[in-house]
């Protein structure tokens, strides 16, 4: 048994209305318990003056599986200049935008970041997923599975899409990939670009399966709900990166016909047509959506300037990207035909006018937003910008004098003319609080996690009150995971592993028989190897927790 | 001053400064080589309407080229870089790229460089190749001969142009034996070429015209046909013939050293081979820089 | 007026346990530094950071340029000359990995072998290798779309796999073989290779000239022969190769073969055979 408290400490912890209330937290064993004032405990902290919030959870980060790998291996030189660390805790491992698996995780402890969640594991590689995630030392983590583009579901749909059928087919998928969710990623459109059909909008069928992704993000919308998995359908919508796509993303908000669902790196999805690029904001009519759909969450994949690499299940647009790639290398794969897989490096430039555009429509979502509970920070790490500029990001959304600063530095049209400009708004310690942590926790249907309540798991971040957000958020004074100091002033301290997240919707067995006839005519792999057991995940995740969060018979978006 | 027999004006050419490179052209043997020097250097003989004045320096051996093969050095002088280079291009592009057997490289070390192959390698419609040998690139383009290769730029230095010598003589036989005497010593000066036709003038001008239209005009001070008429005559009436040699240098040295070995061709033929007096041409000594003194040149220690 | 330049004399105590990491010592920069401040400079050995004079020991003298003279087996160092400027390097032994990697002026001698990725991504400058290299010497570090891009490279032993892999600028000599994929996917740049090589030689070059002053290598199907009379260049580069001497010495006086590819790539490379 160890005890410990932090003393004086100034709370925000949403989930329980707590904003900025100076109290004593108190843990035990790895949980937050209430303690008595004077209680002996092993170790206190005096954090008076400083901000205490639950651990920072990322629910959207490409931290593991094939596509991480394969962006490690096209950008070594990511790996050259990186500092080499004096901390004999910390094992060699490097690189900025594709960070080797240690390095992700010393590099979101040292922030305050907890749990991260790989949101595109295709099915057929969901152990090299878990593996690599298991590698990643501190940090919680989960996946998505990639459903909506393998050939089984859309067969399915094109013979009716018998609803029950394709249920017991996702709660099969999540189950043998362990995974915390399902994903869709490009609804239909990447087996679609392997058909040659170049670009598919909402409406538009499949050229072979004769389906639409309108009838895939249903269907898997539907299947969740029935499944009562907590997580919504994670949805990366159709025509990512085209002008003008917002219309397929209202399209998509259209197509969910109410049931859950969460539109991720939205930046990517909200751009007009106006303008003398024939490119603009479309943030007012995505928040205006998304404001008008509670059933609707998101998360913004904000934009960063410099170097970076787009890592993305969606092929159909990686390789309308690849030529715009810098360096102009870049990979594609695919395992099974189960997804799609590519990468292009690229870097951002504020003299763009295109990317000075995504930089403010992405923070024109979130300041235009008005329910914080539905809209989580991110950047897509590594698609947007690495995980490690998320502080730079809470600056720009708390200091509108500094983002004012920033935004006088672009290209000049997108500078003079960004409806950014207007926008006073100033995000609260309290709304960081949300985006980070009580959001993603809530819409994980995480119950112990991204709040400071009695139960809690004591993941916990510190922070020394400073004015410059960015480096506030950058240094902590304390983390904590599980109640064990893991960074102090960002220095890791410890490097415990971290647990598996995922969920184990019931299904109706006899769905194998189809999966398996199915494998056996097409896949590679044998099926009685497709899932992935309970003691393997164990070996998989380097024999952290296992953390299966439950599926309540009545899904509720818990808000 | 007076030199066996023949006078000596104290008086100077008057020079300008000019812009110049140096060519090699080299051939399968020296005729072809020969072949695109002249047409490179053709109709070139005045600034005034050709764009650039050139001629031939020297030819050169085969153990004294790039390529071991006999060649041709080529000066190029004009009033600007700029111009110097369209020139160049032209020249090149339609006299030597087209030439069988050529080669072309920078004939001068140093100077700030202009294209020569740079912009000639289009021709090669992407079969052109690049080479870097020994620091220097050159380019090849695919011909129907083999290959054309050309080094990429050029140098340009500043140059002096317009050095004369003007030769007063009792008849026309007498001037032109004396000019071509002095040519054919002045020839053998490196760094030097004398653009006119055969290295000799005859129509010496003056700056102006009474005809708008015209910048020059004949120099009436000289024409024989015109002492007894014009207002202001330089000649005597026992001179009935003047020629004129011009001289471009890349160097004051240069034209110096061509003067006087032109002056003292003529000067050891002696007054009786017809010739009365040499002269020089200039403007008062305010529109150019360079002043060669003829009598300064012929003998640095007596004159003052 | 700069500070004198000053030549350093490092001779080595002893073999050091773990591999070192020479990047960062280089005549301009220890140029400034005294006798004592240089044999402080942190290196990194293994996993922890040492003081140079602990590896070294270290004279300093005047001289008109900067220069290092290293004595004894530098086989465990790596990145000797990375990124240098300019100056001299001097080693009378062997050397690890990455010598004169992306160099960019300046000379880098070395008396014995050198490791692998020698003279990798250099710009500038020269790398002469008494002895042999390993592989991709003049090559691209991992992921990286150029190979060395300018300089010259002169190896008098022989060379490893990969030779100038991705070259795209400079001059390259193997006084001897050269091993597997020599050239392969040359941008461009000029290799001379006194010896033979062994399989693949010129794999998918798009530009680029290779000599083969030695055993005249088989031609592969996606080269073919230009029967033109290129003497021209032949005698400017052949006497350019000439000075370099060995088996090139007699290059200006050879007829020679001309192969163009590799067309497999769409290739305009070449491979020049003296008969």
């Not at chain 1, 898997?220 to 993303?249: C, D, F, K, Q, W």
């Amino acid at each position: 048994m160890s005890t410990l408290r932090l003393r004086g400490g100034r709370l925000y912890d949403p989930a329980h209305g707590i904003d900025g209330e100076v109290c004593d937290l108190g843990v035990r064993d790895g949980r937050i318990v209430a303690l008595h004032e004077n209680e002996p405990v092993d170790r206190e902290h005096d954090v008076s003056g400083m901000i205490v919030m639950a651990g920072g959870i990322d629910l959207h980060s490409h931290i593991g599986g094939g596509k991480v790998n394969l962006a490690r291996l096209l950008l070594p030189e990511d790996h050259r200049p990186a500092p080499r660390t004096d901390n004999p805790l910390e094992l060699a491992s490097c690189g900025a935008c594709t960070p080797g698996t240690l390095a992700t995780g010393y590099r979101y402890a040292e922030m305050g970041y907890t749990a991260a969640f790989e949101p595109a594991m295709a099915l057929s590689n969901a152990r090299h997923a878990h593996m690599e995630m298991g590698d990643t030392p501190i940090l919680d983590h989960g996946a998505y599975v990639m459903l909506g583009n393998d050939e089984l579901l859309l067969e399915m749909l094109a013979e009716g899409g018998d609803p029950a059928l394709v249920r017991d087919y996702v709660g099969w998928a999540i189950n043998a990939a362990r995974a915390m969710g399902v994903k869709v990623v490009n609804p239909g459109g990447i087996s679609a670009f392997k058909f040659n059909q170049r670009k598919l909008d909402v409406d538009e069928p499949h050229v072979q399966h004769r389906v639409t992704p309108r009838q895939v993000v249903h269907a898997l919308a539907r299947a969740l709900t029935e499944l009562a998995v907590p997580h919504p359908l994670h949805i990366h919508a159709s025509n990512l990166g085209v002008a003008g796509n917002i219309a397929s993303t209202l399209a998509t908000i259209d197509a969910l016909e109410g049931l859950r669902g969460h539109l991720t790196h939205v930046q990517f999805h909200s751009y007009g047509t106006e303008g003398p690029h024939k490119f603009s904001s479309a943030a007012l009519a995505l928040v205006e959506a998304v404001n008008a759909h509670p059933n609707v969450s998101i998360d913004v994949g904000q934009i960063i300037f410099g170097q970076t690499v787009t890592a993305s299940g969606d092929t159909m647009t990686q390789i309308r990207n690849a030529a715009l790639g810098s360096p102009r290398k870049w990979v594609g794969a695919d395992i099974e035909c189960d997804a799609g897989c590519g990468l292009v490096p690229f870097r951002y430039r504020d003299q763009s006018y295109v990317n000075a555009l995504q930089w403010v429509i992405g923070l024109e979502i979130f300041l235009l937003a008005n329910d914080p509970w539905r809209v989580v920070l991110t950047t897509d790490h590594p698609n947007g910008g690495p995980f490690t500029s998320y502080p730079h990001l809470i600056r720009l959304l708390m200091d509108k004098s500094f983002r004012d600063e920033q935004l006088a530095r672009l290209h000049p049209e997108v500078a003079a003319h960004a409806a950014l400009r207007e926008i006073r708004r100033e995000l609260t310690l309290y709304e960081i609080a949300i985006m980070t942590r009580a959001a993603p926790a809530r819409l994980l249907g995480l119950a112990d996690r991204g709040h400071l309540g009695v139960g809690a798991a004591a993941d916990i971040a510190v922070y020394r009150e400073d004015a410059d957000r960015e480096y506030m958020f950058r240094t902590p004074e304390y983390v904590f995971k599980d109640g064990e100091l893991v960074a102090r002033q960002g220095r890791i301290v410890a490097t415990p592993v971290g647990g598996t997240h995922f969920v184990e919707p019931g299904f109706d067995g006899a769905i194998e028989q189809r999966i398996a006839r199915y494998a056996e005519h097409h896949h590679a792999l044998d099926f009685r190897n497709a899932a992935i057991g309970r003691d393997e995940l164990c070996t998989c995740a380097n024999g952290g927790q296992l953390l299966v969060t439950p599926c309540a018979v009545h899904g509720t978006n818990g808000t | 001053m007076e030199i066996n027999g023949i006078a000596i004006d104290d008086t100077f050419a008057e020079a300008f400064p000019m812009k110049a490179t140096r060519l090699v052209v080299t051939a399968h043997n020296e005729t072809w080589a020969m072949h695109a020097a002249v047409a490179a250097t053709g109709f070139a003989t005045s600034v005034i309407a050709c764009g650039c004045e050139a001629g031939i320096e020297r030819h050169l051996d085969a153990a004294e080229t790039p390529d071991g093969r006999p060649g041709v050095a080529l000066l190029m002088f004009s009033m600007s870089g700029k111009e110097l280079a369209k020139q160049v291009e032209r020249r090149v592009g339609q006299c030597v790229l087209t030439c069988p057997t050529t080669a072309v490289y920078a004939g001068l070390a140093d100077g700030e460089p202009i294209a020569l192959g740079r912009n000639l390698r289009f021709f090669g419609d992407g079969w052109q190749i690049s080479k870097m040998i020994g620091g220097v690139r050159y380019w090849r383009v695919p011909v129907m001969d083999g290959e054309f290769v050309a080094q990429e730029t050029t140098p340009v230095v500043k140059a002096v142009g317009g050095g004369n010598l003007l030769i007063l003589a009792r008849d026309t036989d007498a001037a032109l034996a004396a000019a071509e005497a002095a040519v054919a010593t002045m020839r053998a000066v490196p760094g030097v070429i004398l653009p006119f036709p055969g290295g000799v003038v005859r129509s010496g001008s003056k700056v102006g015209s009474r005809y708008k239209a015209l910048p020059a005009s004949t120099n009436e001070a000289f024409c024989p046909a015109l002492t007894g008429l014009a207002a202001k005559t330089s000649l005597t009436p026992e001179v009935r013939c003047v020629m004129e040699i011009v001289i471009d240098g890349l160097t004051e040295a240069d034209v110096t050293t061509a003067t006087r070995a032109g002056m003292q061709a003529i000067l050891e033929r002696g007054a009786a081979a017809g010739v009365v007096r040499l002269s020089a041409g200039n403007y008062g000594g305010k529109l150019g820089p360079f002043h060669f003194h003829l009598r300064r040149i012929i003998a640095p220690e007596a004159a003052s | 007026m700069s500070a004198p330049a000053a030549v350093f004399e490092l001779r080595l105590r002893a073999l050091p346990r773990f591999r070192v990491d020479l990047a960062g010592v280089t005549p301009l920069a220890l140029g400034a530094l005294g006798e004592a401040e240089a044999g402080r400079v942190a290196i990194r050995h293994g996993n922890e950071a040492l003081a140079l004079g602990e590896l070294f020991e270290i004279r300093r003298r005047p001289a008109n340029a900067p220069a290092l003279h290293f004595e004894g087996d530098l086989s465990r160092f790596d990145r000797l000359a990375w990124e240098m400027e300019d100056g001299e390097i001097r080693v009378d032994g062997p050397v690890g990995h990455y010598a004169a990697a992306r160099l960019r002026g300046g000379l880098v001698a070395v008396a014995g072998d050198a490791g692998g990725f020698a003279a990798c991504e250099m710009a500038g400058g020269e790398l002469a290798v008494a002895g042999s290299v390993g592989d991709f010497a003049a090559a691209a570090l991992p992921g990286s779309m150029d190979g060395m891009r300018g300089g010259t490279l002169v190896v008098r032993g022989d060379a490893g796999a990969r030779f100038a892999d991705r070259m795209r600028r400079g001059t390259a000599f193997v006084f001897g073989n050269a091993g597997d994929f020599f050239a392969s996917r040359l941008v461009a740049g000029t290799i001379a290779l006194g010896g033979r090589c062994g399989a693949h030689p010129g794999w998918a070059m798009r530009r680029g000239t290779l000599v083969f002053a030695g055993e005249t290598p088989a031609v592969p199907a996606t080269f073919v022969e230009t029967g033109h009379d290129l003497r021209v260049i032949w005698t400017l580069l052949a006497r350019d190769l000439a000075r370099a001497g060995g088996p090139f010495t007699a290059l200006p006086d050879r007829r020679v073969r001309r192969f163009a590819g590799d067309i497999a790539v769409d290739g305009k490379g070449e491979w020049l055979l003296p008969e």
